[in-house]
Nanobody
Framework: QVQLVESGGGLVQAGGSLRISCAASGSSFRLRAMSWYRQVSGKQRELVASITSGGRTNYADSVKGRFTISIDGAKNTGYLQMDSLKPDDTAGYYC?????????????WGQGTLVTVSS
C-alpha cells in the first residue's frame, strides 16, 4: 500500500508562484517516479507533469517553462513548483504514483490540494 498526502495549495495572484508537495509513505515504499494531475469541476482530470525514476520529465504544453516537477528521495516527497501562474491554472491538483509488481498495476492518488489563481 502507498499513501500520498498533498499540501501547499492556496490562493495566489496571477503571476505569482506556489509549490505544492506530495508526501509518500508505505511499507518499504520509495518514491522514485510520480505524476501530477489537475482537475476542474465538470472536466476530465488532465496530466500536468511527470517524472521517471531516471529523472526524465514531461510537461503539458500549457505549463511548459512555468512548472517544474521534482522528487526529494531523502524525504520521500514530490514537488510541483508553479511559477508565472495564470487564472487558467486554477484547479484541484492530485499526485499519482503507479506501481507495477507481480500482482499487476496499481494507481495511487492523494486527496488533492486546491490551487486558486486570482486575476
Amino acid at each position: 500500500q502507498v499513501q500520498l498526502v498533498e499540501s501547499g495549495g492556496g490562493l495566489v495572484q496571477a503571476g505569482g508562484s506556489l509549490r505544492i508537495s506530495c508526501a509518500a509513505s508505505g511499507s518499504s515504499f520509495r518514491l522514485r517516479a510520480m505524476s501530477w494531475y489537475r482537475q476542474v469541476s465538470g472536466k476530465q482530470r488532465e496530466l500536468v507533469a511527470s517524472i521517471t525514476s531516471g529523472g526524465r520529465t514531461n510537461y503539458a504544453d500549457s505549463v511548459k517553462g512555468r512548472f517544474t516537477i521534482s522528487i526529494d528521495g531523502a524525504k520521500n516527497t514530490g514537488y510541483l513548483q508553479m511559477d508565472s501562474l495564470k487564472p487558467d491554472d486554477t484547479a484541484g491538483y492530485y499526485c499519482n504514483v503507479r506501481r507495477v509488481d507481480a500482482r499487476g498495476t496499481f494507481d495511487y492518488w492523494g486527496q488533492g490540494t486546491l490551487v486558486t489563481v486570482s486575476s
